[in-house]
């Protein structure tokens, strides 16, 4: 359930810790759902409710960008758990990931959606869009928070310039394939690791 703008914003205010990354990157993609991801922006304080994740598990997973081998683009995922893995797709969308399991094992949680809980005219004016438009997909969140690649490798246990703080538990989670993942195996293609709040309208249309 997203909160008002009227929120107190020292809910905001502590970080999730690093242990809460350091784990199946499974439960915490399931563990991110209803939990703010705010971001700090000129002062300004921005928060919106993520409600849509995907998981990525590593070197056994061929939909992961690192299962292969450590590359400059994927340096990230081989770090510490909590920091953020940035990229851009199509030249023009960048996507937000945050770093999950013990230092090299490039394991990472895509978040797909957010719903606005916490000044979100700020987001309107980072990007112009209509309803809902504004977050339900993993590149229009980026724009409406202004995360680009200025925020690769940002540790995300600090309350700096992004991070993500608690938020409340959903009542039901659906869960299905990841989206845009043709070049995987058949068996990773159908996984079953990307998950959302059941019936929350800021969910991405791709089902």
Not at 49 to 55: C, G, R, S
Not at 79 to 97: C, F, K, Q, R
Not at 129 to 134: F, G, K, M, P, T
Request: net charge neutral; glycine share 6%.
């Amino acid at each position: 359930m997203a909160l008002s703008d009227s929120a107190d914003v020292a809910s905001f205010s502590t970080p999730l810790p690093r242990g809460f990354y350091d784990r199946d990157t499974l439960e915490v993609a399931q563990d991110l759902l209803g939990c703010q991801l705010v971001r700090r922006v000129e002062g300004e304080l921005i928060a919106a409710t993520i409600v849509e994740t995907e998981a990525y598990r590593g070197a056994t997973d061929s939909a992961c960008h690192a299962h292969r081998r450590k590359t400059p683009r994927t340096e990230a995922m081989f770090g510490p758990p909590g920091h953020a893995y940035v990229y851009l797709v199509y030249g023009m969308h960048w996507l937000l990931n945050i770093v999950t399991q013990p230092e090299g094992n490039p394991c990472a949680v895509l978040v797909r959606a957010v719903e606005p809980c916490l000044n979100e005219d700020a987001m309107r004016r980072a990007r112009v869009a209509r309803n809902r438009e504004l977050s339900n997909g993993p590149g229009k969140l980026t724009r409406a928070l202004s995360i680009d690649k200025a925020l690769y490798g940002e540790d995300m246990t600090r309350a700096d310039k992004l991070w993500v703080a608690q938020g409340p538990t959903p009542q039901r989670v659906a869960t299905g394939p990841r989206v845009g993942i043709d070049y995987a195996s058949p068996a990773d293609r159908d996984a079953p690791w990307r998950l959302w709040i059941a019936d929350n309208p800021w969910v991405s249309k791709a089902r």
